[in-house]
């Protein structure tokens, strides 16, 4: 998987098609990602100690990798990003549409 955790991305479909956030979360192996403010769910809290009042709470659930596209900090465009394996056997990410690594 190609994004990462603290990418700004852009989603590309469904119910937030359009909307750009960081990424809080990745989870490299289920292909996921949670990206904040995008896809809330509600769930429903205990009263605890640290929160009293308990009740229901808006989180970010985690959404397929496949439904966003990364946006480039460097040129601000959508992109996808390509892998570059330099000469120490490291790889980095470079941006399609400027070439600069992200
Ligand atoms: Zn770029």
Redesign the pocket.
Known sequence: MKIKKGDKVRIITGEYKSVEGKVLKAFPKQNKVIVEKVNFIKKHQRPTQQSQSGGIIEKEAPIDASNLCLI??????P?KPRIKILKDKSRVR???????M?
Do not use: E, L, Q, R
């Not at 480039?72 to 465009?77: D, R, Y």
């Not at 470079?94 to 600069?100: A, F, I, M, R, T």
């Open positions: 480039c900090p460097k040129c601000g465009k992109s470079y941006c399609s549409k400027c070439g600069d992200i």
